[in-house]
């Protein structure tokens, strides 16, 4: 989704520090991309596509492009489409006032009404440019700076994070409210943005701001304050994860580079948090439910349908909703404990979820990769999954880490399973034995001709059949699906030829595995091929054309290993057709509207 950087300080490195903002923030996914300076004028250059098309217009403008005062934005479109005009900053009619902002403006048509009919004229679609035109206003009714930017934010309703510049003004003014933002504290500048990446680089020190607070960056430093005016004191934190870790370091995507820290990520998940001599595991959270509804999106929900199996097999009553319809027919809450599940942190549906939750009463429990995110301020406690920062659009390490934190979850609660502690200290060997004798490039490269793929799994595999079905299409490009395997023949069944691969989960030699078999076998019938994602326990392999093979593990951690193989058949599925696996089309990162 939208992106946005801001800096004071940067003195003649002030655009060079934007555009390296932007190209971080690439991941979160956008369509075009733009600058605004001040510098006695605003001058404003955006380009829709990639940012390589604002570097080229830059480097053909830059002589007219510099100040010491600037914003960036890359842009994710909701209102018009990724059209130059449509992409931020936005200005006003003078070209005084630029803005960028991330979110929606749910009142935007009768503002822009409003400013049309008082004479504005607007150059975009969007529901966005209704903010310069109102500082405007309140500049030309003799407001200073501040005070006009403060009163048009008033004016908003919806989500938004908002930063902007004025010619004749060297400070960043920005508001949030429902959509991320932080300060960067330098040692010479100070920087905005909507995620930390944006100027790691720069600085490891952060201040995030709450929804209804406003900041001013000036070439003094920052200040916060409240939708009242008053000063807000706030925390500066600090960041731990290393630059570095935000570089491909040598591999040719960050998704291939993530799959391959996922040995490193569930060290970290687990480190420090089970007891060495008891097996005990502490988690340092505050809670004891007695029933546990979840809430989560995507690969996030496929973690949360894993954890619910979880939590019911070790007999705590659990369901998992998808974000955005748990307010459509939201279940009694009791006293149910609702954990979010969100590697962002900044869903917008899980976090209208959690919200509606907490309006009934319910406490909340957020279960996310990122420190200061909104679910984890917004949340009664927070259970941090710590894989590190993932940049892919499609999530892997942070699956696999929601995964080892839901079952130190149950394990918290209850006298720990020794096998299942063990389980988890030897998943990040076991994982690393996948990510080395994986047959998945080969397998991708047989069937990358096919008509569609389908997985199927039981039990806890029947998540990660999910999981690796939503992982294919979104950077294949190419038909998938996942389905319980007893459901197979209740209708998917008339889908199966011999040109669609049928990837089956079996693990171990019980009734869930004998069952699966079974389902093998009527594909098998049908001539599908079949691509068995299995351990040594179980003889799934006589039935397959290929064997995609796991080390034996502890029936509840075995799903984790057997998607580490799916990520890698998508990922080389994905590489052999040259799709853009690392920024797939129409997604995004994070995606914070409903
Ligand atoms: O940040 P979240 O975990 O809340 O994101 C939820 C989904 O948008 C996300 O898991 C999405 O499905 C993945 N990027 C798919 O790989």
Same mark, same amino acid.
């Given at each position: 989704m939208c992106g946005i950087i801001g800096c004071v300080g940067r003195g003649d490195e002030t655009l060079d520090t934007l555009v390296h903002g932007l190209s971080k923030l690439e991941y979160r996914g956008y369509d075009s991309a733009g600058v605004a300076l001040a510098n006695g004028s605003v001058e404003v250059v955006k380009r829709a596509g990639e940012l390589e098309n604002l570097r080229r217009a830059l480097n053909g403008e830059r002589d007219g492009v510099s100040g010491r005062v600037g914003i960036g934005h890359t842009r994710w479109s909701t209102h018009g489409p990724p059209t130059d005009e449509n992409a931020h900053p936005h200005r006003d009619c003078t070209g005084r006032v630029a803005v960028v902002h991330n979110g929606i403006i749910e009142n935007y048509q009768e503002l822009r009404d409003e400013l049309t009919d008082a004479g504005h004229e607007f150059e975009s679609e969007t529901d966005t440019e209704v903010v310069p035109h109102l500082i405007e206003t309140e %500049?030309?009714?003799?407001?200073?700076?501040? =005070? @006009?930017?403060?009163? @048009?934010?008033?004016?908003?309703?919806?989500?938004?994070?908002?930063?902007?510049?004025?010619?004749?003004?060297?400070? $960043?003014?920005?508001?949030?409210?429902?959509?991320?933002? $932080?300060?960067?504290?330098?040692?010479?500048?100070?920087y905005l943005a909507s995620d930390v990446p944006a100027f790691r680089e720069f600085t490891d020190k952060v201040v995030y701001l709450e929804d209804g607070e406003f900041a001013v960056l000036d070439g003094e430093g920052w200040s916060v304050t409240d939708s009242t005016g008053a000063p807000v004191e706030k925390a500066i934190d600090t960041v731990t994860w290393d630059p570095e870790e935000t570089g491909k370091s040598g591999y040719d995507h960050y998704m291939l580079k993530e799959i391959h820290e996922q040995p490193r990520a569930l060290r970290q998940c687990v480190s420090g948090r089970v007891s060495e001599l008891s097996g005990e595991v502490d988690l340092d959270v505050d809670v004891d439910p007695t029933g546990v509804q979840f809430v989560a999106c995507g690969t996030s929900y496929h973690a949360a349908v894993y954890g619910a199996q979880l939590f019911q097999e070790a007999g705590i009553p659990a369901q998992a909703f998808l974000g955005s319809e748990y307010a459509t027919s939201p279940p009694p809450i009791g006293d149910d404990l609702v954990v979010g599940v969100t590697q962002s942190g900044e869903t917008a549906d899980t976090l209208s979820a959690l919200r509606e939750a907490r309006r009934r009463g319910a406490k909340t429990l957020a279960v996310t990769n990122v420190v200061g995110s909104t679910v984890s301020r917004e949340c009664d406690d927070t259970l941090y999954i710590r894989a590190g920062p993932e940049i892919g659009v499609a999530a892997t390490k942070t699956f696999s880490s929601q995964v080892v934190a839901l079952t130190l979850l149950v394990e918290s609660l209850r006298e720990s399973r020794r096998e299942t502690i063990a389980a988890l200290r030897d998943l990040p060997a076991s994982v690393q034995t996948v990510l080395d004798t994986s047959k998945a490039e080969e397998v991708a490269e047989e069937y990358v001709d096919s008509d569609a793929y389908f997985f199927i799994g039981r039990g806890m595999h029947y998540p990660v059949a999910l999981e690796g079905a939503l992982k294919f299409k979104e950077i294949s490009y190419e038909h998938a699906e996942g389905f319980a395997a007893g459901e197979l023949k209740h209708?998917?069944?008339? %889908?199966? =030829?011999?040109?669609?691969?049928?990837?089956?989960? $079996? =693990?171990?030699e019980g009734e869930q595995a004998r069952k699966t078999i079974g389902n093998v076998k009527e594909v098998e019938a049908r001539d599908a091929p079949v691509v068995a994602v299995t351990d040594r326990k179980s003889d799934v392999a006589r039935y397959a054309d290929h064997v995609l093979e796991i080390p034996e593990s502890d029936p509840r951690t075995a799903a984790v290993l057997a998607n580490v193989q799916l990520q890698l058949v998508a990922y080389y599925a994905a590489a052999q057709l040259g799709r853009p696996i690392d920024k797939p089309r129409n997604l995004a990162k994070s995606v914070t509207v409903e």
């Amino acid at each position: 989704m939208c992106g946005i950087i801001g800096c004071v300080g940067r003195g003649d490195e002030t655009l060079d520090t934007l555009v390296h903002g932007l190209s971080k923030l690439e991941y979160r996914g956008y369509d075009s991309a733009g600058v605004a300076l001040a510098n006695g004028s605003v001058e404003v250059v955006k380009r829709a596509g990639e940012l390589e098309n604002l570097r080229r217009a830059l480097n053909g403008e830059r002589d007219g492009v510099s100040g010491r005062v600037g914003i960036g934005h890359t842009r994710w479109s909701t209102h018009g489409p990724p059209t130059d005009e449509n992409a931020h900053p936005h200005r006003d009619c003078t070209g005084r006032v630029a803005v960028v902002h991330n979110g929606i403006i749910e009142n935007y048509q009768e503002l822009r009404d409003e400013l049309t009919d008082a004479g504005h004229e607007f150059e975009s679609e969007t529901d966005t440019e209704v903010v310069p035109h109102l500082i405007e206003t309140e %500049l030309a009714g003799g407001a200073d700076p501040e =005070t @006009a930017f403060r009163s @048009a934010i008033e004016r908003l309703e919806g989500s938004y994070a908002i930063a902007c510049v004025l010619a004749d003004d060297d400070r $960043v003014f920005a508001a949030r409210e429902d959509s991320p933002l $932080v300060l960067g504290i330098g040692d010479d500048a100070v920087y905005l943005a909507s995620d930390v990446p944006a100027f790691r680089e720069f600085t490891d020190k952060v201040v995030y701001l709450e929804d209804g607070e406003f900041a001013v960056l000036d070439g003094e430093g920052w200040s916060v304050t409240d939708s009242t005016g008053a000063p807000v004191e706030k925390a500066i934190d600090t960041v731990t994860w290393d630059p570095e870790e935000t570089g491909k370091s040598g591999y040719d995507h960050y998704m291939l580079k993530e799959i391959h820290e996922q040995p490193r990520a569930l060290r970290q998940c687990v480190s420090g948090r089970v007891s060495e001599l008891s097996g005990e595991v502490d988690l340092d959270v505050d809670v004891d439910p007695t029933g546990v509804q979840f809430v989560a999106c995507g690969t996030s929900y496929h973690a949360a349908v894993y954890g619910a199996q979880l939590f019911q097999e070790a007999g705590i009553p659990a369901q998992a909703f998808l974000g955005s319809e748990y307010a459509t027919s939201p279940p009694p809450i009791g006293d149910d404990l609702v954990v979010g599940v969100t590697q962002s942190g900044e869903t917008a549906d899980t976090l209208s979820a959690l919200r509606e939750a907490r309006r009934r009463g319910a406490k909340t429990l957020a279960v996310t990769n990122v420190v200061g995110s909104t679910v984890s301020r917004e949340c009664d406690d927070t259970l941090y999954i710590r894989a590190g920062p993932e940049i892919g659009v499609a999530a892997t390490k942070t699956f696999s880490s929601q995964v080892v934190a839901l079952t130190l979850l149950v394990e918290s609660l209850r006298e720990s399973r020794r096998e299942t502690i063990a389980a988890l200290r030897d998943l990040p060997a076991s994982v690393q034995t996948v990510l080395d004798t994986s047959k998945a490039e080969e397998v991708a490269e047989e069937y990358v001709d096919s008509d569609a793929y389908f997985f199927i799994g039981r039990g806890m595999h029947y998540p990660v059949a999910l999981e690796g079905a939503l992982k294919f299409k979104e950077i294949s490009y190419e038909h998938a699906e996942g389905f319980a395997a007893g459901e197979l023949k209740h209708g998917p069944l008339a %889908l199966v =030829t011999e040109n669609t691969p049928v990837f089956a989960l $079996v =693990t171990g030699e019980g009734e869930q595995a004998r069952k699966t078999i079974g389902n093998v076998k009527e594909v098998e019938a049908r001539d599908a091929p079949v691509v068995a994602v299995t351990d040594r326990k179980s003889d799934v392999a006589r039935y397959a054309d290929h064997v995609l093979e796991i080390p034996e593990s502890d029936p509840r951690t075995a799903a984790v290993l057997a998607n580490v193989q799916l990520q890698l058949v998508a990922y080389y599925a994905a590489a052999q057709l040259g799709r853009p696996i690392d920024k797939p089309r129409n997604l995004a990162k994070s995606v914070t509207v409903e």
